[in-house]
């Protein structure tokens, strides 16, 4: 159904003379609701080859783009459903939890293509202890970890290994399942709650996290990111689902791309494979830069948020073509990827309440000023329109704002003048994103 083209382009958007994917023309239904897909829908919507743009549920945002559907995302049927209505060529599924409910396979058996993994091979990110398995067996580096049922095995590893302990539900969890504390008792009453868990050892460094799209036997690397995971400035507070990232790292170890693909996106492709699953997709590595070398924290089966906002904020390569060179297994044949030079920050505005019980139904004003900012735009994440038509919070992280410029400082002062224009009640920021690395020369490529 889906035919891809690697035909040159000269002049366009990825640079004079660059050779990148072409896309027939085709349907596109994307799957998700959050700023990831609105970042997601900006891009397909730009690439030329995109002729028609769907979305599954979407957003406000993102029906400026697509053409919207209501849809249950973890119902197989519905979803395949809905592909064959739109007569869609290629869906791109958002977030994890269509993943692992299988929505992949239904809409391959369908004999429609789908840029998502397998429902085993998104077990990767659906089950924190599969993950360790494939680690092991790839000889991935990775933190010491136990897979605990029972209270009693929880406190067997918890004393271990020792604080800060690192207690981690093994299911999905939205970003929230794992407790980094020093607290013995907090660690237990987090083990308890889960169920099983994975407790491991705590990885001192900072963190990174490197995208790579997968066609199931080859593995092609965007550009390394940083999100923050902490509610509060200084990394303090409850972990979320992410309060902002940027691109590029300024400060990251020359050849750490490289370094990643080598010995960890590869070898977990390599491992799915033999297994039986292929993993055609977006394999997200979390991953810690510790003074023993680059270990994995955690594995996820999709595009992550926040990151993927500033990511695709700097790929000049039409998005479009390259999803369909993964779901279609042609990744060896694409172009090398082209990148923006500079940089990009993305500030999340969080709704009050927010992670642990967000305020909904709160109006949300100042966004056209936003948007007027030099550098910077607005993506929608957990918004909706009530009875009157007026843009109100439906989530806890409820926009992105993201400011580009020539480097970190600029691209982050950027987000924060737009962000400083939005006005809703409760809602808050963190002032910190990407401070560190602010003031250094940005560096576009990989």
Known sequence: MLAVSLTGRPGSAAGPGAVTGRLAPVRVLLLGSGGREHALARALSADPDVTDLHAAPGNPGIAELAHQHPVDLTDTGQVAGLARATRADLVVVGPEAPLVAGVADALRASGIPCFGPSRRAAAIEGSKSFAKHIMQAAGIPTAEAYTCETSGQADAALAELGPPYVVKADGLAAGKGVVVTNDLAT?????????????????????????????????????????FKRAGDGDRGPNTGGMGAYVPLPWAPPGLTDEVMATVVQPAVDELRHRGTPYRGLLYAGLSLTAAG???????????????????????????????????????????????????????????????????GDAIEGLAEAGQAPGAYVLHAGTALDGAGRLVTSGGRVLDVVGTGADVAAARAAAYEAAGRIRLRGGWYRSDIAEHAAGRPAQASP
Do not use: M
Not at 191 to 218: H, K, M, N, R, Y
Not at 324 to 353: K, M, N, R, Y
């Open 187 to 227: 660690a237990r009453a987090h083990a308890e709650a889960c169920g099983t868990v994975v407790i491991e050892e705590f990885l001192d460094g900072p963190e990174v996290s490197l995208f790579a799209l997968a066609d199931g036997a080859t593995a092609v690397p965007l550009l390394a990111a940083q999100d």
């Open 294 to 360: 680059v270990k994995v924290v955690e594995f996820n089966a999709r595009f992550g948020d926040p990151e993927t906002q500033v990511v695709l904020d700097r790929l000049t390569t039409p998005l479009g073509g390259l999803l369909a060179a993964a779901a279609s297994g042609s990744l060896a044949s694409a172009p090398a990827l082209c990148w923006a030079d500079g940089a990009a920050v993305t500030v999340v505005i969080a709704a009050e309440g927010y992670p642990d019980q967000p305020a909904k």
